[in-house]
């Protein structure tokens, strides 16, 4: 299946956000959802099960100057096996204007045995903009060990390179559930939270949650893992 | 041309870069219980060289190539072109063309390394690193081009100097690779050794059946270089961020890092 998806966001030049464009594909639908204080509210409804497999999933973002959007998912995605030998993909891609404000707080990807998964982000947040985005994997539902998943982000900072990593899970990933990389965790994620207005902080740890200040902009990276998706998304509240 | 010799100086644990006062994020990693013995040693270099083995070696690689340009190195083109080869005259603008080149290369490596080390903690420890290899690398290869290395306060990262340095030596890109793979697994092994009480020879084993996969890192590594620097190998490992902000936080411990 493949399936493109596009939202574009406008600042209506009341304090508030207008969404000029708003368009999915089945599995990917978006639904506008009752706006709170100015900020756009749109849900991702998956109209089909999976990512399968063979499915090739894009959405694009435009906030454009001035504009708040956030983007919820209704459920947790599943990622599955499907066609021997393919891959399924979820690409977003996301810009962020000055002065605009993106919220992206999906649910948790789920890698479900024997799948094989890329998500892929790519986030252009321009100078002075914000951005809180969430990713959150679960390595295998209950009792079972994962397929393979590849969870990459890429953002970049007024044209500079911010935040880049790729998490790669499952049989294909030497070491991914030793001491070096989830500790047998088989919950993982990080929060990132660019915020020109705030200050920046220390890093700090507490168990498996650190606060990361990075290096490329005003902004900071909370990083976790836990036994499961609950434990985690208490730790990545920001 | 490199010889085999200098290829073993390079990699050794002995050359004078500081190697031995860091395991790794190992210390961390045994004074959470994650890494109690053998197995969960052998898990441990697994993963890290799978992460940050496969970014430092793809940075070296990528630093080196900037230092040795091959027939597709697009920038160098851009900086040579128009410039007879034959003409003595032309070598000077030439050289400074190919400098500044490279420095724009190792400028964008620099940030695009940056990126992908989230934890303040190991950006420091990898350009505190970077700064003692430079100190052997200058002494030993006063020619090689370490003066085209970012001007960042805290020095340049370690695998950027690294593949300036074995560029210097004369090694290939995939050797630079490897002695950076190779690094990462060596290091955290030895500091198993002394934080575990392990047995020496049966952690040489580990190494040995590491050697394949330490290789494959590297000849992948290698590769990766010819890619545009953002498109670089990003493996992230959100225990290695953990335990290095863990580590840093401790008044008293027996590694660097």
Known sequence: MRALARLVARADGRGGTVLVELHGETPLLLRQTPTD????????VGGAAGPLAGDDLRLEIEVGPGAAVRVHTVAASIALPGRPGAVSRMAVSAVVHAGATLHWLPEQLVAAAGCAHLAES??????GASLRWRDELI????????GGAVV????????????RQSLAVGPRAPGWAGPAVLGGASATGSLLVVDPSRPAEPATVDGTVARLPLAGGPATLWTATAPDAHTLRAHLTG | MATPSLLL???DGRFPAGAHAHSGGLEAAVAAGRVTDLASLEAFLAGRLATAGLVGAAFAAA???AAVPGITDADEAAGSAGVAESAGSARRPDALARSAARS???AQLDVELDARTAAPTLRTVSRRQGRALLRAGRAIWPDAPFGDLPASPGGAHQPLVLGLLCAAAGLSRLDTATVAAYGTVTGAASAGVRLLG?????????????????DGTAAEAARAADDPPERLPAAAAPLADIHAEIHATWEVRLFAS
């Open chain 1, 37 to 44: 204080g100015g900020v756009a509210t749109v849900h991702l």
């Open chain 1, 122 to 127: 790519r986030v252009a947040v321009a100078a």
């Open chain 1, 139 to 146: 390595c295998g539902r209950y009792g079972e060990a994962p």
């Open chain 1, 152 to 163: 990459h982000t890429q953002v970049d900072y007024g044209g500079r390179p911010l935040l």
């Open chain 2, 9 to 11: 100086l390079v990699a």
């Open chain 2, 63 to 65: 630093a080196h190539r």
């Open chain 2, 104 to 106: 724009r290369t190792l």
């Open chain 2, 198 to 214: 392990l047995d020496p020879y049966q952690v040489q084993a580990l190494l040995v059946g590491l050697a394949d996969a330490c």
